[in-house]
């Protein structure tokens, strides 16, 4: 991964720590990396929710719109072999 990529994973893990900490009664803690902060803390997002933000995101960036979460899986795994990472590293991930 990218080193902005995992300062920002650590900047989100530190947020849903402080979340988990606050909110502990109410938190429902089953290790998703990108887990609900309304409404049933610490389940995981809706795939529709998902998609919609990166929608909104893609419209703002102008970037074609037609990209989904699961369509950027096959471009990753091509720059990964690009870079020398080993399918055995690849399907871990």
Not at 6 to 13: E, S, W, Y
């Given at each position: 991964?990218?080193?902005?990529?995992?300062?920002v994973?650590?900047k989100h893990k530190?947020?849903?720590?402080?979340l988990?900490?606050k909110m502990?009664n109410?938190?429902t803690?089953?290790?998703?990396?990108?887990?609900?902060?309304?409404?049933n803390?610490?389940?995981?997002e809706?795939?529709?929710?998902?998609?919609?933000?990166?929608r909104?995101?893609?419209?703002?960036?102008g970037?074609?719109k037609?990209?989904?979460?699961?369509?950027?899986?096959?471009?990753h795994t091509?720059l990964?072999?690009?870079?020398?990472?080993?399918v055995?590293?690849?399907?871990?991930?």
């Amino acid at each position: 991964m990218d080193v902005g990529v995992i300062q920002v994973l650590k900047k989100h893990k530190e947020h849903q720590d402080d979340l988990i900490e606050k909110m502990e009664n109410e938190y429902t803690q089953l290790d998703f990396v990108f887990a609900k902060e309304v409404k049933n803390l610490g389940y995981p997002e809706f795939l529709k929710t998902v998609n919609t933000h990166m929608r909104r995101l893609l419209k703002i960036s102008g970037i074609d719109k037609e990209l989904t979460p699961h369509s950027l899986r096959h471009p990753h795994t091509s720059l990964l072999i690009e870079a020398g990472v080993g399918v055995k590293e690849i399907s871990n991930d």
